[in-house]
């Protein structure tokens, strides 16, 4: 039976295009494979959606998303909109977006592969076997907080407010998302905090610890986050699955990601509990490299394996492309982010078509 699933895109901005592209193209392979039918429908964000239309988030864009089974999402940002007021960044287009959806849950994975340990900056026996999954809460805590802003005291002075809070069904549902997943992986779950000096951590620390009770299988631990920062970078076998808030997900996740050698590798998927899921890259839009054929598009088409597995129950379809990456690895292929000695170095495009040749040998 042919299985037919509407697909949003959001290309956004600097290399968005570019990976999307490739990530595209490894879609329709597989498609055609598998018997998958991709109707795609491509809408604007970001920079990109603030030049067309002149806000980061256009109505109709989250319209579509809402009316998809699935969103894929490249990358936002670059200096030309940095100086923009707050409410027209791209930024806020993804974080709006977050929020439209209610993706709460933030599944960053960083799994080190065999082939990219000498891209890693740490030791080979520091990072070999590390298979991390950081659960990042992304719809709450300091990034949505009120009061927010920037407030004028009544000496005059300016003073800037965010504020970190959650509630106890937000920790609660979080906390759920990151157990189950601990139960599929390695049944270890540390949840990282600031509960020596927040109360807001407290609570969160309370409210994980009582949950843990439901899920006897899982080895709960806690961390504060400045420690978990030291044991990422000391000792990461330690971990298996972390669930963190927003603040806390988005800085450990660029760290674990780097004991992989690259953020141009990781993917990511946003899940709610009703809206169609969002599926990104954990690398932002790297305006730098930006239409020079030179971005890494791996991380984009494994968010589309992620889009796969967990927004379209399809994870045949998802070990296929994730097969595809490490044949691409393994015959020696690498874009400029993980080049190293002896290998073959390739642009966004050439790599995206040794990829479509490793799918369509398999
Ligand atoms: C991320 C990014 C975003 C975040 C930015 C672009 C708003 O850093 O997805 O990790 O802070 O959540
Ligand atoms: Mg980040």
């Known amino acids: 039976m042919t299985h037919s699933y509407r697909i949003t895109l959001l290309p956004g901005d600097g290399i968005g295009p570019e990976i999307m592209a490739v990530a595209v193209d490894v879609l329709k392979v597989v498609g055609e494979q598998l018997d998958l039918r991709f109707e795609f429908q491509e809408a604007l964000i970001g920079g990109a959606a603030i030049d067309a239309v002149g806000e980061p988030l256009p109505a109709d864009t989250l319209e579509m998303c809402r009316n998809s089974d699935a969103v894929l999402l490249a990358a936002i940002g670059g200096y030309k909109w940095d100086s923009l007021p707050r409410h027209l960044r791209p930024e806020t287009g993804l974080l709006g977006l977050r929020a439209g959806l209610s993706l709460f849950a933030n599944l960053r994975p960083a799994t080190i592969l065999p082939q990219l340990i000498d891209a890693s900056s740490l030791k080979r026996e520091v990072v070999e076997g590390v298979d991390i999954m950081v659960v990042r809460e992304l719809t709450g805590g300091i990034y949505f907080g009120r009061p927010r802003g920037v407030f004028t005291t009544e000496t005059g002075e300016k003073r800037g407010v965010n504020t970190m809070a959650y509630t106890e069904a937000e920790i609660d549902r979080i906390g759920r998302v990151a157990f189950e997943t601990a139960q ?83 993917p990511s998927a946003s899940l709610g509990d009703k809206n169609p899921g969002v599926f990104e890259p954990v690398h932002g839009s790297a305006p730098d490299i930006a239409g020079q054929d030179k971005a890494n598009p791996l991380a984009q088409v494994l968010s589309a394996a992620m889009m796969l597995r967990y927004g379209l129950n399809q994870p045949t379809a998802a070990q296929r492309i994730e097969q595809a990456v490490l044949q691409v690895l393994d015959s020696g292929d690498r874009t400029g982010d993980i080049m190293s000695e002896g290998m073959n170095l390739l642009g966004c495009r050439a790599m995206g078509d040794s990829l479509i040749r490793a799918l369509e040998r398999s």
């Open 184 to 266: 599929k992986r390695g049944k270890r779950l540390c949840s990282v905090d600031k509960a020596n000096v927040l109360e807001v951590s407290q609570l969160w620390r309370d409210r994980i610890t009582q949950l843990g009770s439901e899920y006897p299988d899982v080895e709960l631990s806690h961390l504060y986050v400045d420690n978990a920062a030291m044991q990422l970078l000391r000792a990461p076998k330690q971990f298996d699955t972390i669930v963190t808030g927003n603040l806390f997900g988005d800085i450990l996740s660029d760290a674990a990601a780097m004991l992989t050698g690259s953020i141009g590798m990781l």
